[in-house]
């Protein structure tokens, strides 16, 4: 098990609006996107303030959603997505129709960042924070377009934050900042709720990891005959009572990488490939359960930071939280 990176410092924007970003994650879940778009937006991001005065190094990131709509249709217990239809073909004919979910969010990301600035004051750190801002509101974040906050106000200016080295100090530091992520969720991986139903079912003949996964990414209803005794009259009746399994919060299947389908091939071997420098390998979809929790209940950055974890042994590359190793150790 890998553990998160030590980062002396958390950037973070608040309040960022994201228009007609993805929420298709996965072949198997929608919503809201993958974490792995917001790996990779912190890289893009880090790719680009290399070549600016602002050049900083990011290492790992959190995300609080404070409101989301989902662009799909209202009424009834089935919702479909808005589609929107394309231009016709080049010899006139009507385009094909391809599924595209879209959401709209506004979102706090926070950065685990380190570099040149730990030696400088704090007005140079702001200005790094205010410029990082303007640079992000011209990027795109799984496919939707980013826009900063308007108007700023004093809750709502983007920071760069310094942690102490002394755990305990840290946490008390980063609970006053929590409070100015709320109301709002934050995203944190629960591999270990997942890990606890596949051991609740060993007993069931023919189950597996995926109908763990399942159990938990439902409410599961039951219901149970109860018996009841008049004291006047001594007459019994039967009622049935409905109760579900979902105890844990607000638990939520998401997909948190990729596994390896095939070896890796050398670069530039796999015709039409994105990226002919690099090794190239097939991969599929990798799934877990995650929990939306208030920032309020989360007492330290590790439990809030997502980070990548690649092993290229077992063909493995997905992004890795902390929060229930850190919560079952304070």
Same mark, same amino acid.
């Given at each position: 098990?890998?553990?998160?990176?030590?980062?002396?410092?958390?950037?973070?924007?608040?309040?960022?609006?994201?228009?007609?970003?993805?929420?298709?994650?996965?072949?198997?879940?929608?919503?809201?996107?993958?974490?792995?778009?917001?790996?990779?937006?912190?890289?893009?991001?880090?790719?680009?303030?290399?070549?600016?005065?602002?050049?900083?190094?990011?290492?790992?990131?959190?995300?609080?959603?404070?409101?989301?709509?989902?662009?799909?249709?209202?009424?009834?217990?089935?919702?479909?997505?808005?589609?929107?239809?394309?231009?016709?073909?080049?010899?006139?004919?009507?385009?094909?129709?391809?599924?595209?979910?879209?959401?709209?969010?506004?979102?706090?990301?926070?950065?685990?960042?380190?570099?040149?600035?730990?030696?400088?004051?704090?007005? %140079?750190?702001?200005?790094?924070?205010?410029?990082?801002?303007?640079?992000?509101?011209?990027?795109?974040?799984?496919?939707?377009?980013?826009? /900063?906050?308007?108007?700023?106000?004093?809750?709502?200016?983007?920071?760069?934050?310094?942690?102490?080295?002394?755990?305990?100090?840290?946490?008390?530091?980063?609970?006053?900042?929590?409070?100015?992520?709320?109301?709002?969720?934050?995203?944190?991986?629960?591999?270990?709720?997942?890990?606890?139903?596949?051991?609740?079912?060993?007993?069931?003949?023919?189950?597996? /990891?995926?109908?763990?996964?399942?159990?938990?990414?439902?409410?599961?209803?039951?219901?149970?005959?109860?018996?009841?005794?008049?004291?006047?009259? #001594?007459?019994?009746?039967?009622?049935?009572?409905?109760?579900?399994?979902?105890?844990?919060?607000?638990?939520?299947?998401?997909?948190?990488?990729?596994?390896?389908?095939?070896?890796?091939?050398?670069?530039?071997?796999?015709?039409?490939?994105?990226?002919?420098?690099?090794?190239?390998?097939?991969?599929?979809?990798? %799934?877990?359960?995650?929990?939306?929790?208030?920032?309020?209940?989360?007492?330290?950055?590790?439990?809030?930071?997502? %980070?990548?974890?690649?092993?290229?042994?077992? #063909?493995?590359?997905?992004?890795?939280?902390? %929060?229930?190793?850190?919560?079952?150790?304070?």
């Amino acid at each position: 098990m890998s553990t998160l990176p030590s980062s002396p410092a958390l950037l973070v924007l608040p309040h960022l609006r994201i228009q007609n970003a993805n929420a298709i994650s996965s072949p198997l879940t929608h919503g809201f996107p993958s974490m792995t778009a917001f790996l990779g937006f912190m890289w893009a991001l880090e790719r680009r303030l290399a070549h600016t005065e602002f050049a900083i190094g990011l290492q790992s990131v959190g995300v609080i959603c404070h409101d989301f709509e989902e662009q799909v249709t209202e009424g009834g217990y089935v919702k479909a997505f808005r589609l929107s239809r394309n231009p016709v073909d080049k010899d006139g004919s009507t385009a094909a129709i391809v599924e595209e979910g879209r959401i709209h969010l506004n979102v706090t990301l926070v950065f685990g960042a380190n570099g040149h600035f730990t030696q400088q004051d704090d007005a %140079y750190r702001q200005r790094i924070a205010e410029g990082v801002a303007s640079i992000v509101s011209g990027m795109r974040l799984a496919g939707g377009s980013v826009f /900063a906050t308007t108007p700023p106000d004093r809750t709502r200016r983007p920071s760069l934050r310094m942690l102490d080295q002394d755990r305990g100090v840290a946490s008390d530091t980063f609970r006053r900042w929590r409070r100015h992520w709320l109301p709002g969720f934050a995203l944190v991986a629960r591999d270990d709720l997942l890990q606890q139903r596949i051991r609740r079912n060993q007993n069931t003949p023919g189950a597996s /990891a995926l109908d763990a996964w399942l159990d938990l990414s439902r409410f599961n209803w039951r219901s149970q005959s109860i018996e009841t005794r008049n004291e006047r009259t #001594g007459e019994i009746r039967q009622r049935v009572e409905w109760t579900h399994d979902r105890t844990e919060g607000w638990i939520v299947p998401i997909p948190v990488g990729y596994s390896a389908l095939s070896e890796a091939s050398p670069p530039g071997s796999v015709r039409n490939a994105r990226d002919a420098s690099t090794p190239f390998r097939f991969v599929e979809s990798l %799934y877990s359960i995650g929990q939306w929790i208030g920032p309020h209940r989360l007492s330290h950055p590790d439990q809030l930071l997502w %980070y990548a974890h690649s092993d290229e042994a077992q #063909g493995l590359y997905r992004c890795r939280n902390d %929060y229930a190793s850190s919560v079952s150790h304070d």
